[in-house]
């Protein structure tokens, strides 16, 4: 009995060493989460017996390095996932907007204009291949939406009141990679992905008239000829666009 007993009690001191160094080794976060802006950096504390990795899930709204070192990228919300192969954390990223000059539409390439007219309502103005509605928001009076000859969305823009215009940059600059300036035009253009593979539109801003910068937002896929810039369609289709407010306005 008493050898079984002995047994007993040295079962019991080994699960309780090995449940002390598994505790040992749990990854421990000073915080959980964050909320930044873009380009803002932060270092994520915590601390384990063996080596942490650092990995982000999505990297357009920030990268992180090997110490765990983040910088924020465009505005949305992520996860930095740590692991030290015996204990995984999750840490929570938001990159928050400072500039929120006017909502960007929810809507999604190849919608049905009878969609789009159930999702924001009765326009204010409607043309053959565009529909447009008034006072936006209190800084953007107008925004309007490009159909093809199917009644399916391939654009849509936003007027700007000239005011905001170095707002409106910031604005830009903290959702969107920038590709370039046309100084010829005197435009900057965007794009909604860091690689080509994952971009699906092109963004850009420009002069409208007097009162009003344009914001153009282009479906890559509505540009089946092109993904360039400098297309033929694209810079169509741009032309196009500014027709159609001009003539819903």
């Known amino acids: 009995m008493k050898n079984k ?21 749990e990854i421990s976060l000073s915080e959980s989460s964050v909320t930044l802006h873009f380009g803002d950096e932060y270092q994520i504390v915590a601390s384990s017996e063996t080596d942490i990795t650092y990995k ?9 390095t090997g110490t765990g070192f983040v910088t924020a990228r465009y505005i949305g919300e992520t996860d930095i996932t740590l692991n030290n192969e015996e204990d995984t954390k999750v840490f929570k990223l938001t990159v928050a907007a400072t500039k929120n000059l006017y909502p960007e539409p929810d809507v999604e390439y190849d919608m049905s204009k009878n969609s789009v007219i159930q999702k924001f309502g009765t326009p204010g103005a409607t043309a053959d291949d565009a529909i447009g509605y008034y006072n936006y928001s209190s800084k953007a009076p107008m925004l309007m939406f490009l159909f093809d000859s199917n009644d399916r969305l391939i654009a849509y823009g936003v007027l700007v ?38 971009a699906t539109m092109f963004i850009c801003s420009g002069l409208f008239d007097s009162a009003n910068l344009l914001v153009a937002y282009y479906y890559i896929d509505a540009l089946a000829e092109s993904t360039s810039l400098k297309s033929t369609k694209t ?5 196009h666009l500014k027709e159609q407010i001009k003539y819903l306005r």
């Open 161 to 198: 009141e000239i005011g905001y215009a170095s707002d409106l940059v910031e604005f830009l600059l903290e959702r969107y990679p920038f590709i370039e300036e046309d100084t010829e035009d005197e435009l900057l253009w965007f794009t909604n992905g860091l690689t080509e593979e994952t």
């Open 235 to 239: 810079l169509d289709n741009l032309d």
């Open 5 to 25: 007993i002995t047994l007993c009690l040295l079962l019991v001191g080994i699960m309780l060493m090995s449940c002390s160094k598994e505790d040992s080794n």
């Open 56 to 64: 982000v899930k999505d990297d357009y709204h920030a990268t992180v």
